[in-house]
């Protein structure tokens, strides 16, 4: 059974850009989860959606968006990128609701920002 | 207060020995712990998770609950080079609609 699939893997964008991630999650799972990790913030919650609707949220500005598709895939999006944006973005399918804590995680993408 | 809360160690164990990591967490009400570890490079897996208040082992692993002071802990037996790597508590909020993962705790397990 593939695993959660993210692309790509790495980027380099600059300042005022934007970019958009993609997560093709486990086959059968509905739910998909989005997380930013740094070194010093550690893993950050930045979207949940299970059926294509936005369960939560996390404390992010409103450049991070995110959406999922019919078929459970899922894009997270982020404008108008700052130095800070540079991170591991980590997302992970889940066979019930993300918030219930089994998540299963793709290998990430590695965004610098210069 | 951080929601969840973790030595960010090092924590240096020499092989063999038992490694001990805790974790506390604020929202009283959790009822669902997880432990996540992630070697370095690659992203988190699960490895435990637990429920109910009391000892809960799979394998070289112990995860440890205690609701009443909040916190939950991991023990691993026997520690091999292997388990090298940083581990992550997660807790869901009481309300079941949010998951929070602790910073990490980095373990080097030396041969």
């Known amino acids: 059974k593939a695993g959660v699939t993210q692309t790509p893997r790495y980027l380099i964008k600059t300042r005022g850009q934007q970019v958009t991630l993609s997560c093709s999650p486990i086959?059968?799972?509905?739910?998909v989860s989005w997380y930013q990790q740094t070194p010093g913030q550690g893993l950050q919650f930045l979207f949940e959606y299970f059926s294509e609707t936005q369960r939560n949220k996390g404390n992010f500005p409103g450049r991070f968006s995110g959406r999922q598709f019919s078929n459970s895939r899922s894009e997270m999006n982020v404008s108008t990128l700052e130095l800070g944006d540079s991170a591991l973005y980590l997302c992970?399918?889940?066979?019930?609701?993300?918030?219930?804590?089994?998540?299963?995680f793709g290998e990430g993408s590695r965004l610098t920002v210069l | 207060q951080k929601e969840v809360e973790q030595n960010s160690g090092p924590l240096s164990v020499p092989e063999g020995a038992i490694a001990s990591l805790n974790c506390t967490y604020s929202d009283r009400g959790s009822q669902s712990f997880f432990w996540y570890r992630q070697y370095s490079g690659k992203s988190p897996e699960l490895i435990m998770f637990i429920y109910s208040n009391g000892d809960k082992e799979d394998g070289r692993f112990t995860a440890q609950l205690n609701k009443a002071s909040q916190y939950v802990s991991l023990l691993i037996r026997d520690s091999q080079p292997s388990d090298s790597a940083t581990y992550l508590c997660?807790?869901?909020?009481?309300?079941?609609?949010?998951?929070?993962f602790g910073g990490g705790t980095r373990v080097l397990v030396k041969p």
């Open positions: 086959s059968g799972h509905r739910s």
């Open positions: 992970a399918s889940s066979p019930g609701l993300p918030h219930t804590g089994e998540l299963f």
């Open positions: 997660a807790v869901t909020s009481a309300a079941g609609n949010k998951l929070t």
